[in-house]
């Protein structure tokens, strides 16, 4: 008997990465592959650079995502790409007959595919991937359209219902492109998910943080497991020296509202390490720079010079996290609990004009936010003389994957 499919389908390389920690269970029940669509861009290359390497299987869908090399016709061209798009999806996915599909999105160029999907009667889930945060936080992520855009996109909702009508008909055009489940990590997220993807709390279900279940786990194999600890070191070429730091980098120069340049970005990174380095030389400490999914390593080449380590999306955040001696990142970050589920001593530090997103505190229940360099520095100090008292270990769930596997098993 053939093994059914099932297609993961992120947006980008976090994601993705987060779908692959699944596989070791989910490939009991599964053909496990992956599905990218998105039009060629740095995103989709760096998706399909680590899936080669990886040697994961995997598909692309393009066809309407990319810019038509024709004279461009307001309204009639993106009619035509929304065709295009609509044929390829459908055509994916007869040919390749999918029993799931796992997203990370439902908003678009995925409404289509989970349109044509749910007329398949393909069964279709979305998992949230990564800590919304609350409702507040979260829309720092966003910038709201300006009146003309508004209308432009409901113009084009309209001739996009007709291109949907002509394709599939009257149910088919009226259909949302809602996922049959979502899992949630915890019912915070519930109000975000309803007003931004238009999803019926019905349709939700909590799941729990997977990454606090393996954090958890892979640090205490680290502690307790000698050549475990020293095949990971070998990994990342650490462990020569008495200390390992790594700092988690935010992405400041990375989303236009928050109008940071690229050298604002750098300078403020570049202070964190300095500081560090008074503390902790060379001689003594390895310092990992553990990049934001999807950010570009050419920018950070001058950090070398401060005898850095600097890793991309080729590294497990969690795997660096429980090597680590102590962690540096900021308050907001969904790696906050990948740090604190390992114990893994950490500074949480906002020295930007960011001062919302030190909302996180309370979000991940922590003791502080370092909100100058001055201080920072004296938890350097604190921590270089054992003066040190780590956040407390916060509740492990450590039944996230059994739930989140029993999800995509349950039927639609």
Known sequence: MQTPKLFFVPAYIGPLKYYIKLIPRLSLYYQIEFLIVRRPDSRRDQMEKYLKKNHYPYHLIEQGLKPIPWIYLPFLTPMFKRYLHLRACRQFLKIHQPTKLILTKNLPPYQTLLKEANRQEIDTIMLQW??????????LNFVAPSRWRKFYYRLMDGL??????????LAYANSSGVVNRLGLMDESAIEIFQE???????RMVKVGIIEQQISYELKQLVKQNFLFRKKLEQKYD??????????????LHKRKRWSFSVEEHLNYFQKILESIRKFFPPETTEVVFKLHPGDNIALYLSFRNLSVKIVCDEAETEELVALSDLCVLDPWTAASITVLASGTPAIFVNFSRLTAINAGQELYHLKEVIISREQFETRLSDFKQGKWQSEELPPIDRQAIDRIVALINSSS
């Open 130 to 139: 990564a800590y919304g945060g609350n409702k507040t936080v979260s829309k």
């Open 196 to 202: 931004r993807c238009k999803i019926s709390p019905e």
């Open 238 to 251: 650490l462990g020569k020296k008495e200390k390992i730091i790594t700092v988690l980098v935010w992405g």
């Open 160 to 169: 996009y219902w007709i291109v949907d009508f002509f394709g599939g008909g």
